[in-house]
């Protein structure tokens, strides 16, 4: 099989911001053609799937910026400078939802959108989930509801697109999976 690669030649950073790096790369194609690539640096980030010993599934209800939109999903965030990821996933499930767990168990870890981004998410399953008194708390820039919904409730939300991002439809496809298999 031939090569794929395209060849970095120059790289050039266009945005370095709190959250994301932007670069441009020039890059020689397959073929020897020359073309430009647009990439958005990313530290990477965790997500939880967490149900409650009642069945139901913890979310959050958040304002996007991006979306101009309040959605719900499962509890995420971005894995800071040499944090393991599995130790971000605890302290975003705390932060986000008072829950603290001891029990956090790797599914998988996937590209959000390769085309353009190098963010790695890695998805986890919480159990033996513990209601904390007082909770570490949330960024001081983020503003959450906390939501406890049962799988038909999620399954209705993607209906109406309250749920829409992939890491949560990802999750409630899951959820559906474990009962499905019990």
């Known amino acids: 099989m031939d090569s794929l690669e395209e060849k970095t030649i120059k790289r050039e950073t266009i945005f370095d911001g709190k959250i994301i790096k932007v670069v441009v790369d020039d890059v020689v194609l397959p073929n020897g053609a020359a073309s430009k690539r647009e990439i958005v640096k990313h530290p990477g980030a965790v997500a939880v799937i967490a149900i409650t010993p009642d069945n ?25 400078p040499n ?40 998805i986890y399953l919480a159990g033996d989930l513990q209601k904390q008194v007082n909770p570490l708390q949330a960024d001081e820039d983020e503003f959450v509801n906390i939501v406890e919904v049962t799988l038909d409730e999620a399954l209705q939300l993607i209906e109406e697109k309250v749920i829409c991002d992939a890491k949560t439809v990802y999750a409630v496809q899951y959820w559906q999976l474990l009962i499905a298999t019990k």
């Open 56 to 80: 139901k599934m913890i979310m959050v209800e958040q304002y996007r910026k991006p979306l101009e939109n309040t959605i719900v999903e499962i509890p995420a965030g971005k894995i800071e």
């Open 83 to 122: 944090e393991d990821p599995k130790w971000t996933a605890g302290r975003e499930l705390e932060e986000e939802t008072g829950y603290k767990t001891d029990d956090l168990t790797h599914l998988v870890s996937f590209y959000t959108s390769p085309g353009f981004a190098d963010e790695l998410l890695h």
